[in-house]
């Protein structure tokens, strides 16, 4: 199994600011995805990281908000942006080797906008 | 498009009591099927996942869940609960081994004394 570290695990922050989130895997893997839980929700896919290049967005979600970079196959960050208390959840950072692998989940960052 | 639906966002159930957590998914080709379950301030475990391999799959702590194409369904089952089972339940589909994963909306899992 693959184990991620996510950073910070949680934080307060002032509307406007951003923040970004730190995912650190301890094996190279294939395909890195984030995620966002509000509260009492289920999880919804933000990105896709891709390594190398831009990320793929899900519907609803944009570069501009949600700025992501993938410098190597073990690490991957996402910022979120301008925030306002809508943007309040826990941030996810999954990950996958492929070839019939799960995806593993790091703890999340919960995140609290105020 | 894929997508789960999990029936019911909270079921109780008496410790020692089966449990039964339902879910159906929509996809026009096999999926990949799978089974987190997520503790209280905790992030996600998986608990079992469906490739293809064998329609019942067993997974930790005592639970299994059964693939019945027919039905479009992949519930999740435990013959007797514990207290330690309550938490968040959500089943997911994939489309492929490394594809984005498509999580059902949860079902939260009570257990009575």
């Known amino acids: 199994s693959a184990v991620i570290s996510q950073k910070p695990s949680r934080d307060i922050c002032q509307r406007g600011t951003s923040l970004t989130i730190q995912c650190q895997v301890d094996?190279?893997?294939?395909?890195m995805f984030w995620y966002r839980q509000q509260p009492g929700q289920s999880l919804t896919l933000i990105a896709t990281a891709n390594q190398g290049s831009e990320a793929t967005y899900e519907s609803g979600f944009v570069i501009d908000k949600f700025p992501i970079s993938r410098p190597n196959l073990t690490f991957s960050t996402l910022t979120v942006s301008n925030m306002s208390p809508e943007d309040s959840s826990i941030y996810l950072c999954s990950a996958d080797r492929g070839q019939n692998t799960e995806a593993f989940f790091g703890q999340g960052t919960r995140l609290t906008v105020v | 498009a894929q997508s789960v639906t999990q029936l019911g966002s909270h079921v109780s159930v008496s410790e020692g009591a089966l449990v039964l957590l339902r879910c159906n998914y929509s996809s026009s080709v096999p999926p990949y099927l799978f089974w987190y379950v997520q503790y209280p301030n905790q992030g996600l475990q998986l608990l079992l996942k469906y490739t293809s391999a064998a329609t019942l799959v067993k997974g930790i702590n005592g639970f299994e869940a059964e693939f019945k194409k027919s039905e479009t369904s992949f519930h999740l089952t435990k013959p007797s609960a514990h207290m330690s089972d309550a938490a968040e339940y959500f089943c997911?589909?994939?489309?492929?081994?490394?594809?984005?994963?498509?999580f059902g909306s949860g079902t939260r899992l009570s257990i009575r004394p």
């Open positions: 997911a589909v994939a489309y492929s081994s490394a594809s984005k994963i498509i």
């Open positions: 094996s190279q893997v294939t395909m």
